[in-house]
Nanobody, 115 residues
Framework: VQLQASGGGLVQAGGSLRLSCAASGSIFGINRMAWYRQAPGKQRELVARITNAGTTNYADFVRSRFTISRDNTKNTVYLQMNSLKPEDTAVYYC??????????WGQGTLVTVSS
């Protein structure tokens, strides 16, 4: 299984970006899809997650600014990020847990928010 993330880049504070992550390979069903991020010198942290039933959870620091969604027909998860802040600067990783409880990570996409 491979996860290909895209959509990162440089944006000014207050701007928006949309991240995408497509899963491919021998997938026999995806349960949970999620986005994590890791800023320089900090631990990786959960940003948002979505189950195959569409239930979502968000970290407090992105609630009401970010929206996670998924397209099950394309095995793709999205993260719409609005009102970006400099403290949102990090490498963003997509994460997938399959119905057989196997976990996969994407390669990460860098988001840089300038003040």
């Amino acid at each position: 299984v491979q996860l290909q993330a895209s959509g990162g880049g440089l944006v000014q504070a207050g701007g928006s970006l949309r991240l995408s992550c497509a899963a491919s390979g021998s997938i026999f069903g995806i349960n949970r899809m999620a986005w994590y991020r890791q800023a320089p010198g900090k631990q990786r942290e959960l940003v948002a997650r979505i189950t195959n039933a569409g239930t979502t959870n968000y970290a407090d620091f992105v609630r009401s600014r970010f929206t996670i969604s998924r397209d099950n027909t394309k095995n793709t998860v999205y993260l719409q990020m609005n009102s970006l802040k400099p403290e949102d600067t990090a490498v963003y990783y997509c994460n997938v847990i399959t119905l057989t409880s196997r976990e996969y990570w994407g390669q990460g996409t860098l988001v840089t928010v300038s003040s």
